[in-house]
C-alpha cells in the first residue's frame, strides 16, 4: 500500500511509544512492592470538579446532544471572553474565539488557514512535537531554532530576526512551554511580535498551561499584545478536562468566517456534551477549586524540582507553570552506566519502574541529555518516585 509523502514526514510520537513500554512493564510489576510509578503524560491526575461532572448529566438527561455552530456555543464563547478579562484583565470579545476539538484541532484549523506549501515556521528546540508536525501535515516546514537554558529554551526576538528568511510565515511559540515549563518574558514576547509584525508574519502561540502559572512575572496572556496575536488555549490542562477533547483559539477577526468554514467540513464540531459541560467550569465554586489544584501543583514543582537537583539531575531553569521538570540526566546515566536520556528512561523504567520521557521527542538540540518529569501526580507518589530515585543514583 503506497502512503502520501505528508503522512511519511510525521514521526512517531516518542512519548507515547515509551507509554506502552510502561504499560507493559505496569502489568508484569503489578502485583511486586514497586509497581510502576506514571511520571511520563503530561496529565493531570485530578478529574473534572462536581459542578463540571454534573452539567453533563444535565445535558445528556436533557437531550441536549445535537451539533451545536463549528464555532461552539455562544454561551461558552462569552465564558471564555469573560474568563480572559477576569483572569487576564485583556478584553477579548466572544466573536473572536473558536471551540474547537480540543487544542489539537485548533493548532490544526490554524495551520491550514495560514500556511502554505513550503512556508516555514520557526520554533524553538525543544518544544511540543505535535506542534511541528502540524506544521508538516499543513505542507510547511517547521524550522527548529536551538535555545539555551540562559535564554529560558524560549526564542528571542534576536534569534527570530537572525532565522528570517524569504520562506518565513511566522512564529509557533508555547508559553508555558512544554518540556521545559518555562515562559517568555512579556517584554521579549512583545519583541519578537514586532518583528515578526514588521515582515508581515504571524504570531501562534500555543497558551495552553497558561492557567498553571505560579510567577505573576510570566502570567500574562500573548493577545495583551494585540488583535493580529492568534492564541490556542485547552480545557485540558488548568481545567483539568483532557479525555472531554475541547478546546479553543482566540483569532483575529477576519480570520473567524475562514476557520469556520475549514471547522464545518473537518469537524462539524466539537463535543456538545463537552461544550455544556464546560460552562460550569467558570463558575466560583469551580474555579476556587481549579486555584486550590492550581497550589497542589505548585507545591509539588517546589518538592520535585529541589529533589532532582540532590540527585544530580540539574534542572536548568525553574519550570514556572505547567507541571514538568527538564532535567540533564548525564550524572545520572553515567552512574547507571548508560549514555543518553533514551537509555537512561528505559534504565530507570526496568529498575526502578519508574516512566518518564527521553527528550527525543522534543527536537535535536542536546535533547539526548534532557528527560523530562511530568508532576501530574500525587505527592505520594513523586515523594516515593524520589525514595526510588535516591536508592539508584543517590
Given at each position: 500500500m503506497k502512503f502520501s509523502t505528508r503522512a511519511e514526514r510525521i514521526e512517531p510520537f516518542y512519548v507515547m511509544e515509551v507509554a506502552k513500554a510502561a504499560q507493559q512493564m505496569a502489568r508484569e510489576v503489578a502485583a511486586t512492592a514497586e509497581p510502576m510509578i506514571f511520571l511520563n503524560i503530561g496529565e493531570p491526575d485530578f478529574t473534572a470538579p462536581p459542578l463540571v461532572q454534573e452539567a453533563a448529566e444535565r445535558a445528556v438527561r436533557a437531550g441536549?446532544?445535537?451539533?451545536?455552530?463549528?464555532?461552539?456555543?455562544?454561551?461558552?464563547?462569552?465564558?471564555?471572553?469573560?474568563?480572559?478579562?477576569?483572569?487576564?484583565?485583556?478584553d477579548v470579545p466572544a466573536r473572536r474565539i473558536v471551540v474547537t476539538a480540543g487544542a489539537s484541532a485548533a493548532l490544526?484549523?490554524?495551520?491550514?488557514?495560514?500556511?502554505?506549501?513550503?512556508?516555514?515556521?520557526?520554533?524553538?528546540?525543544?518544544?511540543?512535537?505535535?506542534?511541528?508536525?502540524?506544521?508538516?501535515?499543513?505542507?510547511?516546514?517547521?524550522?527548529?531554532?536551538?535555545?539555551?537554558?540562559?535564554?529560558?529554551?524560549?526564542?528571542?526576538?534576536?534569534?527570530?530576526?537572525?532565522?528570517?528568511?524569504?520562506?518565513?510565515?511566522?512564529?509557533?511559540?508555547?508559553?508555558?512551554?512544554?518540556?521545559?515549563?518555562?515562559?517568555?518574558?512579556?517584554?521579549?514576547?512583545?519583541r519578537i511580535h514586532e518583528v515578526v509584525r514588521a515582515r508581515g508574519g504571524i504570531t501562534l502561540i500555543d497558551e495552553i498551561y497558561l492557567g498553571l502559572s505560579y510567577d505573576e512575572a510570566f502570567g500574562q496572556s500573548a493577545l495583551a499584545l494585540g488583535e493580529d496575536i492568534i492564541s490556542i488555549n485547552s480545557f485540558s490542562k488548568y481545567f483539568n478536562m483532557t479525555g472531554w477533547r475541547l478546546g479553543w483559539m482566540v483569532v483575529p477577526e477576519a480570520m473567524v468566517p475562514v476557520v469556520e468554514r475549514l471547522a464545518q467540513n473537518l469537524f462539524i464540531c466539537a463535543s456538545t456534551i463537552s461544550q455544556h459541560a464546560a460552562l460550569a467550569c467558570f463558575e466560583p465554586e469551580s474555579i476556587a477549586e481549579y486555584e486550590r489544584r492550581r497550589a497542589e501543583f505548585r507545591a509539588r514543582r517546589d518538592f520535585f524540582i529541589p529533589a532532582l537537583q540532590s540527585l544530580g539531575l540539574d534542572v536548568p531553569v525553574a519550570p514556572?507553570?505547567?507541571?514538568?521538570?527538564?532535567?540533564?540526566?548525564?550524572?545520572?546515566?553515567?552512574?547507571?552506566g548508560v549514555q543518553g536520556s533514551w537509555d537512561f528512561a528505559f534504565e530507570l523504567m526496568r529498575r526502578a519502574h519508574l516512566a518518564i520521557?527521553?527528550?527525543?521527542?522534543?527536537?535535536?538540540?542536546?535533547?539526548?541529555?534532557?528527560?523530562?518529569?511530568?508532576?501530574?501526580n500525587s505527592m505520594a507518589q513523586l515523594q516515593e518516585s524520589v525514595a526510588r530515585l535516591r536508592a539508584l543514583i543517590g
Amino acid at each position: 500500500m503506497k502512503f502520501s509523502t505528508r503522512a511519511e514526514r510525521i514521526e512517531p510520537f516518542y512519548v507515547m511509544e515509551v507509554a506502552k513500554a510502561a504499560q507493559q512493564m505496569a502489568r508484569e510489576v503489578a502485583a511486586t512492592a514497586e509497581p510502576m510509578i506514571f511520571l511520563n503524560i503530561g496529565e493531570p491526575d485530578f478529574t473534572a470538579p462536581p459542578l463540571v461532572q454534573e452539567a453533563a448529566e444535565r445535558a445528556v438527561r436533557a437531550g441536549s446532544t445535537q451539533y451545536t455552530n463549528a464555532l461552539g456555543l455562544e454561551p461558552l464563547r462569552e465564558r471564555i471572553s469573560g474568563w480572559y478579562a477576569q483572569r487576564f484583565g485583556v478584553d477579548v470579545p466572544a466573536r473572536r474565539i473558536v471551540v474547537t476539538a480540543g487544542a489539537s484541532a485548533a493548532l490544526q484549523l490554524a495551520c491550514l488557514a495560514l500556511i502554505e506549501a513550503g512556508d516555514e515556521v520557526l520554533m524553538p528546540d525543544p518544544s511540543y512535537p505535535c506542534n511541528r508536525h502540524f506544521v508538516s501535515a499543513a505542507e510547511g516546514r517547521a524550522v527548529l531554532i536551538p535555545t539555551t537554558a540562559e535564554e529560558r529554551f524560549q526564542l528571542s526576538a534576536a534569534k527570530v530576526e537572525a532565522a528570517w528568511g524569504p520562506k518565513t510565515r511566522g512564529v509557533l511559540l508555547a508559553s508555558p512551554s512544554n518540556p521545559t515549563g518555562t515562559s517568555i518574558a512579556p517584554d521579549e514576547l512583545r519583541r519578537i511580535h514586532e518583528v515578526v509584525r514588521a515582515r508581515g508574519g504571524i504570531t501562534l502561540i500555543d497558551e495552553i498551561y497558561l492557567g498553571l502559572s505560579y510567577d505573576e512575572a510570566f502570567g500574562q496572556s500573548a493577545l495583551a499584545l494585540g488583535e493580529d496575536i492568534i492564541s490556542i488555549n485547552s480545557f485540558s490542562k488548568y481545567f483539568n478536562m483532557t479525555g472531554w477533547r475541547l478546546g479553543w483559539m482566540v483569532v483575529p477577526e477576519a480570520m473567524v468566517p475562514v476557520v469556520e468554514r475549514l471547522a464545518q467540513n473537518l469537524f462539524i464540531c466539537a463535543s456538545t456534551i463537552s461544550q455544556h459541560a464546560a460552562l460550569a467550569c467558570f463558575e466560583p465554586e469551580s474555579i476556587a477549586e481549579y486555584e486550590r489544584r492550581r497550589a497542589e501543583f505548585r507545591a509539588r514543582r517546589d518538592f520535585f524540582i529541589p529533589a532532582l537537583q540532590s540527585l544530580g539531575l540539574d534542572v536548568p531553569v525553574a519550570p514556572d507553570g505547567a507541571f514538568y521538570a527538564w532535567a540533564d540526566c548525564t550524572q545520572a546515566a553515567h552512574k547507571l552506566g548508560v549514555q543518553g536520556s533514551w537509555d537512561f528512561a528505559f534504565e530507570l523504567m526496568r529498575r526502578a519502574h519508574l516512566a518518564i520521557t527521553p527528550g527525543r521527542d522534543f527536537g535535536t538540540a542536546d535533547t539526548q541529555r534532557f528527560v523530562r518529569f511530568s508532576t501530574a501526580n500525587s505527592m505520594a507518589q513523586l515523594q516515593e518516585s524520589v525514595a526510588r530515585l535516591r536508592a539508584l543514583i543517590g
